[in-house]
């Protein structure tokens, strides 16, 4: 339980960040960009936002 003084409670990480980008509609995987998300980068196929592998 939170102790009421609010140290501790900042974001916390779930495992390691993706290093691939996949295209959700082909499947097409590209290398991901340190630092750019892979929902801001488009699949170069299909002109689709590409998620996290």
Do not use: A, F, W, Y
């Not at 990480?13 to 488009?42: D, Y």
């Amino acid at each position: 339980m939170p102790d009421g003084t609010g140290r501790g409670m900042g974001r916390q990480r779930r495992g390691n960040p993706p290093t691939t980008c996949v295209c959700p509609k082909c499947g097409k995987e590209i290398e991901k960009t340190l630092g750019v998300p892979c929902r801001s980068m488009k699949c170069p196929d299909c002109d689709v936002p590409l998620m996290g592998k």
